[in-house]
């Protein structure tokens, strides 16, 4: 199995800071990486697919970059709706793994 | 508009079988995947397995080979999981999520809203 390590694992911003989450894979997944938002008792969100290519109706601040093992998620400019926990999935192989999420408070 | 509409909580017995819905609409049911995937209390997102609506193909996690039974029935547009021999350790919400089309099954674009299960004695 794929193993998905995110870090860190929780950070503290305020609102329009630059925030980056990165996501390790135990082996090579080229682009086949992506990630989600999930608010308390809410269902993840699909944020980016395919490592950069951004879903539709996610704002442009969203942003991912990476391919291989390295893969990261950037918020340009942290806002009051984005704090919450992130996910990164690899879509690789089965079977589909997901980091352990990033809780992303507010400072 | 497209929705995942999943039935409602359930409460368990240690050893007893839970099988949980997943109602689709607002697109062509047989033209998407449908994952399951359940988040225990306080913790991460866990894939359980796929199942194509077309031909009921089921590839499962295999952490869950045996136990793990994903149906589906075209006329109704709906998926069903279940899951038997439940153990206190399954106690989670479980989700059915779409996998987002153009090739990109293993992505997850549509979620439920989720089945809390509870196993319990």
């Known amino acids: 199995d794929i193993q998905m390590t995110q870090s860190p694992s929780s950070l503290s911003a305020s609102v329009g800071d630059r925030v980056t989450i990165t996501c390790r894979a135990s082996q090579s997944i080229s682009n086949y990486l992506n990630w989600f938002q999930q608010k308390p008792g809410k269902a993840p969100k699909l944020l980016i697919y395919?490592?950069?290519s951004l879903q539709s109706g996610v704002p442009s601040r969203f942003s991912g970059s990476g391919s291989g093992t390295d893969l990261t998620l950037t918020i340009s400019s942290l806002q009051p709706e984005d704090f919450a926990t992130y996910y990164c999935?690899?879509?690789?192989?089965?079977?589909?793994?997901f980091g352990g999420g990033t809780k992303v408070e507010i400072k | 508009q497209v929705q995942l509409v999943q039935s409602g909580a359930e409460v368990k017995k240690p050893g007893a079988s839970v099988k949980v819905s997943c109602k689709a609409s607002?697109?062509?049911?047989?033209?998407?995947?449908m994952h399951w995937v359940r988040q225990a209390p306080g913790q991460g997102l866990e894939w359980m397995g796929i199942i194509n609506p077309s031909g009921g193909g089921t590839t499962y996690a295999q952490k869950f080979q045996g136990r793990v039974t994903m149906t589906r029935d075209t006329s109704t547009r709906t998926v069903y999981m279940e899951l038997s021999s439940l153990r206190s350790e399954d106690t989670a919400v479980y989700y059915c999520?779409?996998?987002?089309?153009?090739?990109?099954?293993?992505?997850?674009?549509?979620w439920g809203l989720g089945t809390m299960v509870t196993v319990s004695s």
């Open positions: 395919a490592a950069s």
């Open positions: 607002g697109y062509t049911f047989t033209s998407y995947y």
């Open positions: 999935q690899q879509s690789y192989s089965p079977p589909l793994t």
């Open positions: 999520a779409r996998g987002r089309g153009d090739g990109y099954k293993y992505v997850f674009d549509i």
